[in-house]
């Protein structure tokens, strides 16, 4: 902490003697900045037809409200829920009553026009964010896959928009320290060069009793650089980013109810994670071709108490490296407009292509309460049960052992797509349609060797080895269609909607340790001449491989904005869905076993409405939000209970949020501006399982942030949960314990922002 | 004298060629082989239903530490429907001729590496081995009584 405190005052001088006199562009940083252009065709034109549901955040809001990351935003957004559990590694989204907790998830994150390629990733610290548009409702025909809920489009401040620097420290409870540095500078008029570094640590909110140590401390830091080429004359432009992220955590502070965190492994996260993608963009005649070129590579490794107690049952550790890349082209005809200009039209067309590597080690290390409870117990069991003596009782030579998985992935995306936008006065009709071609390839090896002995039976050291080995593919197409109409006028505009997505198929892996500790048994039980008659085997292929989940969505809605007398202003909009989902997939825990697995449960249906309202007055600002999901399976049986009918899981049935913030302007060349806000947002019912036995209540949550502007300096105070309200934030069932994750208590601190 | 000695010579070396504790000499014999076929306990499953187990592998082998005995080794069998497993259930020391006739009483059958297993000791077994006319097996008829239960087996010859 001391180290942390002395770095900080080296920089706080080192950036105060280099302070040039320049003025910070403060019309930057407002929140106006909604209306500045956004230069990605997709983004773009999703910007100005104005027939999807969509939430705008500016950087002025990043600042002030203390929106740190995408968990931070999902309040913003109705309808939209990203629980902070587990650690770094764990971007659980809910939208709609969509959502996973593993492998793909239901929404797509891109960073300068650049898709983030895998779910570990997405959970970074926002540095100097411009702008946040979360989109609702599926984005596959423009974006392809694992979008079916919606994408968030984070535009990071370019040096092209603001030249100086910027730097924050901060610090708040439970020793949570913040430190981030930010230069933008233009190379002549046509180079913009922007380098940000960051530093974050915490000593987390949780203890485990078993040895006292603090079970979700965490340090990340991260560094960007985007390099901006720019012939604003000719329309061209060329655009760089190379963004590196590091995060290093302790984790999963679950407990089981009405406990305290409590186990005896390790629990923790590592991540290396870079992103390089390089974007153009050039007019060719009277058409434009973008194209976006990126590389990313993802590095992580998670250990997990896996019995989350303080008894020996199991542990995991799993690690993967990740290569990813990937091209882009989209093609942007000009508008054509008829002779008499009633009638235009302009169109979209793209392809795609990426490349996916995963290699994977996951082994499960058994330990002696995990052997006695579910190897021995159950053979010991079965030998009784047979009718031979208790005293021939089955022992492992081993006190520990491990089921060693390696897994490689080969994943191959391609895709074209193409839009059409045909307007007629003030009438406008959407017409679009991709094709995704997706060919992976799985390759798994997981083996284990045990030696066992029967009690007075001079049995001793037999060995056992068990192996499973295979190759599976999965090809599979997709078409996503979507229509859209609109009707559009000055201030306000309606519209209709129907559009298709999917999330991408894929395999099961931590299915593997079930498998294999199954297939163990049976091959010890048969190496003993006593065969299981009801054994719970797996054909590995089709339990380890999910399909694609599918989901349609209608939509009507309305956008508006509106000017009313002077000092007034209103804008917001409204929309109502129906979505079906078709194979949906759903996370299910083994009953008797580890880990989890992936189930393509049937259909389920989400009906729900969304609100959102902007006011201002002079230098009130009231923004609010809600949004209601009444999202249930049509029909689910998983072979022991039918949840038709039972409410999806996980999602919350109600959002919302009401924020108010009051600025006082003073006419003073060093102290500008005292703005005071105060909101809070609120979520649930939330339901744990697919038996709707178990919810977490509708709760909410109160924040707070002060901020003083003066010429180069704002001083913030800020506090989260302030009256320190208890809520959980994730369940599950293990080996039939239940367990929970808190949400995190109160929060307060203060921040030092400077602007040169 | 020659002639005494040449004698004694001939029997010596003749009680040395038929006194010597020579090894049972498992004879290349059509009787062993692998069968496959059906287990059926008689009022096996109570109530005077008859309990039935498909697909039972049975290895008939000669015992080559007493002649003119066999062991036949049923692989994955159960004998009720309430039985929560199967085993590899070995019945040794049958007595077997050499037209494949089986007989035995009072075995007490080996389960698996459990060693033996009483509950389900065999009287009154009486068996068959039949063959083609070329000698090779054809099928494998076995009734006993297994436990409490009458047993039988049938297998049809595999390999």
Redesign the interface.
């Known amino acids: 902490m001391r180290r942390f405190l002395l770095v900080c005052l080296i920089v706080s001088a080192t950036v105060a003697m280099s302070a040039t006199a320049t003025e910070p562009l403060e019309s930057t940083l407002n929140d106006t900045i909604e209306q500045i252009e956004v230069t990605e065709a997709r983004l773009s034109s999703m910007q100005q037809n104005r027939t999807v549901s969509s939430t705008f955040t500016g950087l002025r809001r990043f600042d002030d409200e203390h929106l740190d990351a995408a968990k931070d935003l999902a309040p913003l957004v109705p309808n939209l829920h990203i629980p902070d559990y587990g650690s770094r590694m764990t971007s659980s989204i809910y939208v709609r009553g969509l959502g996973a907790r593993m492998d793909n998830p239901v929404v797509g994150m891109y960073i300068d026009g650049i898709g983030i390629a895998n779910k570990n990733a997405f959970d970074i610290d926002f540095i100097d964010i411009r702008r946040a548009d979360f989109y609702r409702g599926p984005q596959g025909t423009l974006f392809g896959r694992n979008t079916i809920g919606g994408m968030l489009s984070l535009r990071s401040l370019s040096a092209f928009d603001y030249q100086g620097t910027r730097a924050s420290v901060g610090y708040a409870n439970h020793n949570d320290a913040d430190l981030r540095i930010a230069h933008y500078a233009l190379a002549g008029d046509r180079v913009a060069i922007a380098a940000t570094v960051n530093y974050h640590h915490t000593d987390g909110f949780f203890r485990n009793v078993y040895d006292n140590s603090l079970t979700d401390r965490a340090d990340n830091a991260g560094a960007r650089l985007k390099t901006e080429w720019s012939d604003r004359e000719n329309s061209v432009s060329y655009s760089n980013m190379l963004s590196y992220n590091f995060v290093k955590q302790n984790g999963f502070p679950y407990h089981q109810v009405g406990m305290p965190v409590d186990h005896n492994d390790e629990c923790s996260y590592l991540r290396h994670s870079l992103i390089e993608g390089f974007s153009f963009s050039m007019p060719i005649g009277q058409y434009t071709l973008q194209g976006t070129t990126s590389y990313q590579m993802l590095y992580d490794r998670m250990l997990m108490d896996q019995d989350y107690t303080r008894l020996s049952y199991f542990t995991l550790m799993q690690q993967q490296q990740e290569h990813f890349v990937s091209q882009e082209l989209v093609f942007t005809t000009p508008t054509l407009t008829s002779t008499s200009g009633k009638t235009a039209w302009h169109s979209l067309s793209g392809i795609a292509l990426s490349y996916k590597y995963n290699a994977m080690h996951a082994p499960v290390t058994f330990l002696s309460d995990g052997i006695d409870s579910l190897i021995l117990k159950n053979a010991n069991q079965g030998i009784v049960k047979a009718g031979f003596p208790e005293a021939l009782k089955i022992e492992l030579e081993e006190e520990q052992f491990v089921i060693d998985s390696r897994f490689r992935t080969h994943n191959l995306n391609v895709s074209a797509f193409h839009t059409s936008y045909l307007q007629w006065q003030r009438w406008q009709l959407e017409v679009g349609l991709r094709i995704d071609v997706e060919h992976a390839r799985f390759n798994y090896v997981s083996d284990a060797l045990i030696h066992y002995n029967i009690d007075y039976s001079g049995i001793s050291r037999r060995p056992v080895n068990t192996s499973l080995n295979g190759l599976i593919p999965l090809t599979y197409a997709e078409l996503i269609p979507r229509l859209a109409v609109s009707y559009n006028r000055p201030t306000w505009n309606i519209y209709a909607s129907i559009a298709e997505g999917y999330k991408a198929g894929g395999f099961n892996n931590q299915l593997f340790s079930d498998i294999l500790q199954n297939r163990m048994m049976n091959d010890m039980m048969s190496d003993m001449g006593v065969h299981f008659a009801t054994t719970q085997d797996y054909k590995v292929s089709e339990v380890v491989t999910y399909m694609p989940e599918r989901c349609l969505t209608f939509e009507v809605g309305s956008h508006f904005n509106h000017a009313i007398e002077s000092n007034h202003t209103i804008k917001g909009g409204l929309t109502a869905y129906e979505l079906e989902v078709f194979n949906q997939q759903l996370t299910t825990f083994p009953e008797h076993g580890t880990g989890r697995m992936m189930t393509n449960a049937g259909r389920s249906r989400s009906l729900g409405a969304e609100a959102a309202l902007d006011y201002t007055f002079r230098h009130l600002r009231v923004s609010t939000t809600y949004g209601f999901t009444h999202a249930t399976f049509v029909n689910y049986n998983n072979g022991k209970q039918d949840f038709a009918g039972n409410f999806v899981p996980y999602a919350p049935q109600h959002t919302a949020s009401l924020g108010l913030t009051y600025t006082f302007s003073f006419d003073h060349d060093i102290v500008h501006n005292l703005a005071l806000n105060v909101n809070s947002n609120a979520v649930g019912p939330i339901y744990w399982d697919e038996a709707n036995s178990l919810k977490q209540n509708f709760y909410a949550l109160l924040n707070a942030n002060i901020n003083l502007r003066m010429k180069y300096v704002t001083l913030q105070l800020w506090g989260k949960n302030l009256t320190n309200t208890r809520y959980d934030v994730f369940h599950f069932v293990s080996m039939s314990r239940h367990f929970l994750q808190s949400g995190k208590p109160i929060q307060f601190g203060g921040k030092i922002l400077l602007n040169f | 004298m020659k002639v005494k000695l040449l004698l004694l010579l001939s029997l010596t070396l003749f009680f040395m060629f038929t006194s010597c504790e020579q090894p049972y000499e498992k004879e290349q014999s059509v009787h062993e082989g692998n069968f496959k076929g059906n287990v059926t306990v008689i009022n096996g499953d109570g109530e005077g239903i008859d309990y039935v187990r498909n697909d039972v592998e049975a290895e008939l082998t000669l015992n080559t530490e007493r002649q003119g005995t066999c062991n036949v080794l049923l692989k994955?069998v159960?004998f009720s429907s309430k039985?929560?497993?199967?085993?590899?259930m070995t019945i040794a020391y049958i007595d077997i001729d050499q037209d494949g006739n089986l007989s035995g009483d009072s075995i007490v059958p080996w389960?698996?590496?459990?060693?033996e297993?009483p509950?389900y000791t065999i009287r009154n077994l009486k068996g068959k081995v039949s063959y083609d006319s070329e000698g090779s097996p054809l099928t494998l008829d076995i009734d006993m009584k297994c436990g409490e239960y009458p047993t039988k087996y049938i297998g049809t010859y595999i390999k």
């Open positions: 994955k159960s039985m929560p497993v199967t085993i590899d389960a698996g590496l459990f060693g297993y509950k």
